[in-house]
């Protein structure tokens, strides 16, 4: 069975930064694209990040790039989302996700067969 576990939000004030995990199991991700996906409230869910399992190809939503770094540690099997200088705007639970790689990076939801519960991550002015 596919887990996808969320942590590390938190509320933090403008201008600061938090790193999200997320703890992959229950396959092998080698063939995947792993993604964050954040949603506000009364908002749809939107892509922010997504890295390549095997061979680790990113690809950043306009509004966090230069500010959100994705990686991923194979040993641990986890995907992190570092996020740096951090808006109000960027206020919303963020989940992880995880899709077959079918020679693109989707920035769809239905791109993607596996979730997290998501994390809030709430950023003060």
């Known amino acids: 069975q596919v887990q996808l576990v969320e942590s590390g939000g938190g509320l933090v004030q403008a201008g600061g930064s938090l790193r999200l995990s997320c703890a992959a199991s229950?396959?092998?991700?080698?063939?995947?694209?792993m993604g964050w996906f954040r949603q506000a409230p009364g908002k749809e869910r939107e892509f922010v990040a997504a890295?390549?399992?095997?061979?680790?190809?990113?690809n950043y939503a306009d509004s966090v790039k230069g500010r959100f770094t994705i990686s991923r540690d194979n040993a641990k099997n986890t995907v992190y989302l570092q996020m740096n200088s951090l808006k109000p705007e960027d206020t919303a639970v963020y989940y992880c996700?995880?899709?077959?790689?079918?020679?693109?990076?989707?920035?769809?939801?239905?791109?993607?067969?596996?979730w997290g519960q998501g994390t809030q991550v709430t950023v003060s002015s």
């Open positions: 996700a995880a899709g077959r790689y079918k020679g693109w990076i989707s920035m769809t939801p239905p791109a993607y067969d596996y």
């Open positions: 890295i390549k399992w095997n061979g680790g190809t990113t």
């Open positions: 229950g396959r092998t991700f080698s063939s995947y694209v």
